[in-house]
Structure formats: C-alpha cells, structure tokens
C-alpha cells in the first residue's frame, strides 16, 4: 500500500485516522494499524518486523541495567544482531555473487541465495541501532513498555521510506501528544504538497525516464540522455521528497514531530551543502553514529578523508547491493574530499551561477549510476551524454518519449527545486497576501488534490523508489 493509492487515501487513512480520534488508546491503535498497514505489502514480514522489535527492546532493557564493560559489550552484540538480518536480507546474495567472481577462474563457486527483501529493512534497522547507541550513550531513557517500543518501531508514516525517526526525536510524543486543529490542518497540508510532488511531478518525468534509460545507450544520442537523466534527477528528488512530506505530514496529524528530510538540495552551491540538504535523516544518522565516533575531523586532513570515504562508501551500499551504488557512494565521497582540499574554498569565492551549476552537474552524473542496471550501462550512458557514441545506424526516437507532459512537469519540478530564494522572500510574500493568504494557499491545495485524484483514476504509473532501499 502507498500514500498515493486510492486503498490508502480514501479507505486505510480515513478509517484509521476515525479510530485514532475517537478511541482512547492511540498507541494501540497506531500499533495494529501499522502492522495491517506493513502486511498490505509484506504480510510474511510481519514477524520479522515485530522480532527486530523484541531484540532490540530486550538489548535496550540490558543495556540500561548494565554497567562498564558488559554495558558495552551488550551494545555491541545488539548492533551486531541488527546488522546480521541487514546483511542476511540485503547483502548475502550480493557478496555470493561477488565471491564466485573472485573464486569463480579456479573452478569454485557457492550458491546465490534467493532472499527477498523486506521492505523498510534498512529504515527500521538504522532505527535500532540509534536505539541502542542513544541508550548507551544516555542521551535517552529506556523504554519500558514492549509494545510502546513496537509502536515507535512499526509506526506506518515512515516504516517504508523513512524518514530514519529515531526514538530521542519522539521520546516524549510515545508518552503524551496534543492534537489541536491547527497542527492536523498544517499536517494535512503537508501531506497533500507532497502527494502533488509525487503524483504530478515525480510520476510525469518518470515514464520518460524509464523509458529512455530502457534504450541502448550508443543509441539515444547526447540530447536523449540528458533528457533522460534530468527526468531521472527531478524523479527522484519529488518521488522521496514527496514520501518525506506525506510522511512528515502524516506524523503531525498523529501528534509526532518527525525531523525533515529535503531542504531543496538541487539549491545548493556545492556538494558539501547538497548533503546538509539531502536525506538529512540518513546523512545525520552517518554522520551521529559512525562518521564522528571515527573520529571526524578532529585527527588531521588523511584521517579525515578516509573517514568522508568509508562513511560514502556505506552510504552507497546503504542504498542497494550492488557495484553501481558503491561506485555512486565512493563518487560523493570523492567530491567531498576534494571540497576539503581546497575545491569548496574556490566555489565559495565563484559566481554562485557557477556553483551552482558545478554542483547539479555533479549530482547528475552521480544519479547515472544510481539510476543504472548496472556499471557498463553507466558508462555507456556517461558516453552518450558526453556525444561520445557514434552515429547509430537506427538512433532511438527520444522525441516519442518526452511528451509535452513530461516536458511541462520537467521544467516545473525544475524552477521549484532550483530557483534560490533571497532570504525572507517567503515571509514578504506571505506578508504581502496578507487575508488572501489563506483563502488561496486552500484553493490551491483542493486543486492539487483534485488533480491527483483524477491521476489516481486515470492508472498512471505510481511506484516508489526508495521503497526497493
């Protein structure tokens, strides 16, 4: 089930959102309806979702009771038991492969496990483990109630796709949440900018991106795989944006303050504030829970770089088990350092056009590789947009792919992540409507509203992205 289905919006959520008003127990309503949310999908992961749950409630309740040596020795084994059902259910087949590769020319290989992801695996893992860290730490008190901990741990607005909520952020809502209107209605209309980016921006570019990055590479021409990565580069952003939106919306109109998650990246004049801007609940969990404790950059400029490089390097493989998101983390890594050795001092002093022009090129050729089946498509993709591809007796007709839709919702997704505001033009702007303000901001959202409804009864194409993460 997706936000941005007709099951959800006009079945599961009223339904839900009745029974949560009107019953006394939130928690418990929250919980159930979490759980019959994730089995809509995954009912065979249901168990697996409420074990991760036990454990990492069992090894917070130890954790808290210890002391010293145990104390760490407990942590340890929690975030190890985390990482082994990570590793099982995301990386096992992906390491099988790479060692019949290595084994393969001495006439050994081992069998590829068939697994199937679950879905949200590395969300609510990475949750855990803050969990248990936090715990340790003693940033957090330990909580006491199982199914409270279930609760926090199967919440349905950012099960799937984030954003990563971790139990400090929350704490204090598990216990005690008010819900006066003003807060569903900001909720609410959070969910609804969202529901917009995803159905009216994301869903457009993406049937030309797919279908360009379907073609054979040496066949779609400069202009083609452009087309097809800018596609892909608005897609992405509006289809994980809009999920962090809808769930950030959601998560008010329940009473929880989750953190945001974009801050308009595609803004940014250098690949060290793109990630201040993007992900930010993934960028700050790495940067919390594993870049600082190695040392950050408190050891001198080598240590510091290897640690930017294995922190991407795990981001990348974060995101799927394959050389393609290794290369795409390694690739964001590289950029950083070279910020560090001097680039981001000479961007700073640039014209901020250039900038930010160096930075979007960048994050482009990045999404090449995050976007391909696999590495020599990549290249060869890179090779087309580079002009590099001779001419090909039959090119492929990019033109037939890029409907006037598409062309529309590209250069709108476009100027609204792009397009750098002065500082405070929100609030003139806001200012200057003044009583009209709010008559038009709900005139607007009816009309976004109304336009995804009619996407949603016309069929059209309407995954996720990161749901496969």
């Known amino acids: ?165 971790r139990y400090r952020q929350i704490a204090h809502e598990i216990e005690h949440r008010d819900l006066p209107n003003a807060r569903v209605w900001a909720g609410f209309r959070q969910f609804v900018v969202g529901l917009a980016q995803k159905m009216l921006i994301a869903n457009t570019v993406a049937v030309t991106a ?71 609940s993934l960028s700050s969990w790495f940067r919390d829970y594993l870049y600082i404790p190695l040392g950050g950059n408190r050891h001198g400029p080598l240590r510091t770089y290897v640690n930017l490089g294995l922190v991407f390097l795990l981001c990348g493989l974060w995101h799927g088990a394959a050389w393609t998101f290794v290369i795409w983390g390694l690739w964001h890594g590289a950029l950083l350092v070279l910020e560090r050795l001097g680039l981001g001092a000479a961007l700073a002093r640039a014209p901020a056009p250039l900038a930010h022009a160096y930075t979007l090129l960048m994050v482009m050729l990045g999404w090449v590789f995050f976007r391909a089946d696999n590495v020599p498509y990549a290249l060869s993709y890179l090779r087309a947009m580079a002009g590099l591809h001779p001419a090909a007796a039959a090119p492929h007709a990019w033109q037939s792919d890029f409907s006037a839709s598409a062309a529309t919702a590209l250069v709108l997704g476009a100027l609204i992540a792009t397009v750098r505001l002065a500082p405070g033009a929100p609030a003139r702007a806001a200012a200057a409507l003044g009583r009209l303000r709010l008559p038009l901001q709900t005139l607007a959202l009816a009309a976004a509203f109304m336009l995804c409804v009619l996407n949603m009864a016309a069929g059209t194409y309407n995954p996720f992205i990161y749901f496969r993460f």
């Open 1 to 165: 089930m997706v936000f941005s289905s007709a099951t959800f919006l006009f079945y599961f959520f009223p339904l839900f959102l009745l029974l949560y008003y009107v019953l006394p127990w939130k928690n418990g309503v929250l919980l159930v309806g979490s759980l019959l949310f994730y089995a809509w999908g995954e009912p065979r992961f249901v168990p697996l979702l409420l074990l991760s749950a036990l454990l990492n409630y069992g090894f917070g309740a130890a954790i808290a009771a210890a002391a010293g040596r145990r104390r760490r020795l407990l942590l340890a084994l929690g975030v190890a038991a985390n990482l082994l059902f990570l590793m099982y259910y995301k990386y096992i087949g992906f390491f099988a492969t790479v060692l019949n590769e290595a084994i393969g020319p001495f006439g050994h290989t081992v069998p590829v496990p068939a697994v199937v992801l679950p879905l949200g695996i590395s969300f609510f893992t990475f949750q855990g483990i803050s969990y248990l860290i936090d715990l340790h730490r003693r940033d957090i008190e330990v909580q006491s109630s199982f199914w409270r901990f279930a609760m926090y741990k199967s919440m349905f607005p950012q099960l799937i796709a984030g954003p990563i909520v």
């Open 210 to 280: 797919d279908r360009l990055f379907a073609q054979d590479p040496a066949q779609l021409g400069a202009t083609g795989a452009w087309i097809g990565i800018a596609c892909y580069t608005v897609q992405i952003l509006f289809d994980f944006g809009g999920y962090s939106n809808m769930a950030i919306g959601i998560g008010h109109m329940l009473g929880f303050s989750y953190p945001p998650n974009f801050q308009r990246p595609y803004a940014s004049l250098s690949m060290t504030e793109f990630w201040r801007r993007w992900h930010i």
